[in-house]
């Protein structure tokens, strides 16, 4: 039987049987339901975390040489942290180093940062604010974009002027009703006049980037972010992701230079990149996907098992029709055909019934519980393969059964 033939008559078959077709794709559609759901919702947490980790916390092709790491999942012992911190500072000089080293056309910029009390005469207080001292160079290194005045410049830089850009919640809360633009703002008492506004940037794993202030990094700002002690950060920019080696290779040769470590001695800071902060989450991402495709996978194990029940009670309803196609001519091959196509149209059909209803459900959940999602192609291809493979297993058994009947024992079934 050609298979364009046997889906027509599986498809008449569940035209005629309504209500238990309903029953048979309701098994298959609730679990891709599930998967498809599960698996949007972990797509676009990934998504999520790609994006903001490398576009706005780490920049686009950019390496940061930290004294430890900045991104960690789970525990860390006490063994572990005391070692971190018996590690030794990066200073201001490393650097400066750093940057003299580095190849052409490749980005630098040194990025001190701490949470800080702030004070303007416009409000009677307000939330900390993280200050970051900074070269001028992070703002294009991290796409920060300007909407009101400028960024500070070089020279501004150089003389440690104290000059200020701020996110949109440092001006909600400090310049309330006016522009800040050439106003002060205090940090430690100590005045900052405001030259720029950076558009909103929104949240990072729940930490705001709108209540920041940049300041130039000789500045006074420094002697609030402990810049002398051990910077935060070096951030170094790649100049294309195929550079990228080469730029973290540089910059590890040269501070395992300047920190005199042996070939055989770990090194004692790190150089940590967008891919080296989300291998953690791509770890916790593939057990989220292996659960969303396993926990559905039982759902659709019960829906084969639905669907196998009701073929076989379809074999022993329609035996007097197997009896006359057989007399007629039909080969056991085309009987198996046929009620495989059944059991695999209706269950492709509940496929593509979940899919929709998954999506529907991802969008709800991303909505009710401010969840990002995305749309994983893979996932609709694995829904269907499954849908398609449950219906083809659950009825293998009804179908053989079917094929084997004895026509002349099939006609004189009631």
Known sequence: MPLVEAIRLALAQIRVQKLKSFFTLLGVTIGVMFLIAVVSIVQGMSNYVTTAVAGKFLGVNTATLRKFPNFQTGNVTDAQWHLWMRRPPITIADAYAVRDALPAGAGWAIDD??????????????PQLLAHATTPQLFKIKSLVVTQGRVFNEEEEQLGLPVAVIGVETQQYYFPGVDPIGREIKVGGLPFRVIGILEKQGTLFGQPLDRVIYAPFNSPMQRFTGARINLAGVIVQAPSPAAMTDVQETV??????????????????????????????DKIRGYLVGAGIFLPAIGLVVGGIVIMNIMLVAVAERT????????????RRDVMAQFLAEATTLSILGAAFGIGLGFGLSKLLSSAFNLPSG???????????????VGIAAGIYPASRASRLDPIVALRAE
């Open 113 to 126: 940062e701490k949470w800080v009390n702030a004070e303007s005469k416009y409000t009677n207080g307000g």
């Open 252 to 281: 590890t040769e040269l501070m395992r230079q300047r920190h005199k470590l042996h070939p055989a001695q770990d090194n004692d800071f790190v150089v940590e990149t967008s891919a080296s902060a989300l291998s953690a989450w």
């Open 320 to 331: 007097r029709e197997i009896g006359i196609r057989k007399s007629l001519g039909a080969r």
């Open 375 to 389: 749309v994983a192609p893979w996932s609709i291809v694995v829904a269907l393969g499954l849908g398609g493979g």
